[in-house]
């Protein structure tokens, strides 16, 4: 941008012709002289700026490159002049999202000489934030002239949702895990692991005869029983959200409450080791190594939609599944199509994040707050989660009998 008056010296040019107009009617002769000289300062205050402008060279690092919602992260500047000749003082100036500008002041400058200046990116809400033009500004010393010059272009920052690390169920702990343990049982046994001692209960096959014979009580076979494999999380990006009925709010709470679910799920499940994949309804579908990091990528950008889609199939993977489906209510076409999905190694569990079926279901995790997922995924996976400063630790369960009654609730 050239060089032109600031507010303050086109407030002194008109001032001049005021002066000026008021010195000829009256016949002042000193108004002339004080027309000349703030007519000279704003000229010479132009004339400062749009020489001496700074030629700089810029360089710009974010960190981390993908934020989390909630942090605060950071833009570091390497700032070099390329001029032959010292460069004068500045200001950087920075737009940082919609709402936000950051502005540094650097000293005079000498030729071939880099400074570093920073600012903080503090994040409120998942999305892609917006930083720059970065742009050079010089002031002259009275506040009459600026000249401007962009020395940076823009840059997008990632500000993916929170992830919170939920227990995976382990095979007999909780409601989850014992519906899993029943579902490994049926599906057969597994290879021989041990011998224990008869209890009542045991089946009278699994008795090993010979090992009976050689000792004072019966013994039995124990055989390993298949755990968790893998898991399949799918969001339901349809939403019936009206901003005119929220009083003009353009954010769907509940579908950002899904999303934040769905980080978690991808990450803990990706934690624990097994086998994971993310799908949402309008067609994307993301698996492999690197799961965790690009499901957070996509749930960067990801907005809901008001046609609702249904892309549930069945996982062609092996081994005990879990199907998570985060949906806002159960009557969803996505969680009534995955009804009809049947597959005696996949368990399908409904999250929903507007309104909860009628009927008490085990395998259902109320979502209509963060805090209410957190409990009732607990609950459900027979763990508990307790605070240790700023952080949350999952223990299991002792007692998860007495827990099976209130999930879903």
């Known amino acids: 941008m050239p060089a032109h008056p600031t507010r303050q010296g086109w407030t002194v040019a008109v001032s001049a012709v005021i002066a000026a107009f008021i010195g000829r009617a009256f016949g002042v002769v000193e108004l002339y002289i004080i027309t ?22 810029v360089r710009r690092w974010i960190r981390p490159a993908v934020l989390t919602a909630g942090d605060t992260g950071r833009v570091e500047l390497v700032v070099e ?48 934030l ?36 939920l227990p995976i169920p382990e095979l007999g702990d909780g409601v989850l895990g014992r519906h899993l343990l029943a579902l490994a049982q049926r599906l057969g046994q597994g290879e ?74 991808v990450h803990s499940a990706d934690q624990a080791g097994l086998t994971t994949r993310f799908v ?13 990091a690009q499901t957070l990528h996509l749930l960067a950008r990801v907005q809901p939609t008001a046609a609702p889609t249904v892309a549930v199939e069945r996982d062609p993977g092996e081994g005990l599944g879990l199907v998570v489906v985060i949906t806002p209510a159960p009557a969803s076409a996505p969680w009534l199509e995955l009804e009809r999905v049947h597959d005696p190694t996949l368990t399908p569990i409904g999250v929903f994040t507007e309104q909860m079926p009628g009927r008490r279901a085990p395998l259902v995790v109320d979502a209509r707050s963060v ?17 240790v400063g700023d952080e949350a630790a999952i223990e299991r369960d002792a007692d998860t009998w007495a827990l099976a009654g209130s999930v879903g609730g």
Request: charged residues 30%; aromatic residues 6%; hydrophobic residues 40%.
């Open 130 to 165: 917006t930083v720059g033009p970065l742009v050079a500004t010089r002031v002259d010393v009275l506040g009459l002239a600026r000249s401007s010059r962009r020395v940076a272009g823009r840059e997008e920052v990632l500000v993916s949702p929170r992830a919170h690390l």
């Open 81 to 128: 002049s390329s001029a032959t000749l010292p460069a004068p003082a500045f200001e950087l100036v920075e737009p940082v999202g919609s709402n936000r500008t950051a502005r540094m002041a650097v000293a005079a400058l000498p030729r071939r000489r880099a400074v570093s200046a920073g600012y903080r990116v503090p994040t409120d809400r998942r999305g892609v």
């Open 192 to 265: 021989f692991h041990s011998l224990r001692d008869y209890v009542e209960g045991d089946e009278p096959r699994s008795i090993h005869w010979r090992a009976s014979a050689r000792s004072d009580d019966l013994k039995v076979r124990q055989h390993t029983v298949e755990g968790l494999r893998r898991c399949l999380v799918v969001l339901d990006q349809h939403s019936s959200y009206d901003p005119r009925r929220a009083g003009g709010d353009d954010v769907d709470e509940a579908f950002e409450r899904g999303v934040e679910v769905a980080a978690s799920l």
């Open 371 to 387: 805090e209410q997922f957190l409990e009732g995924w607990d609950r459900l996976a027979g763990a508990r989660r307790r605070r």
């Open 280 to 292: 949402t309804t309008e067609g994307a579908d993301v698996r492999g190594p690197d799961v965790a």
């Open 36 to 57: 000349a000289a703030m007519l000279v300062a704003v000229g010479f205050a132009w004339l400062a700026v749009a020489v001496r402008r700074p030629r700089l060279a």
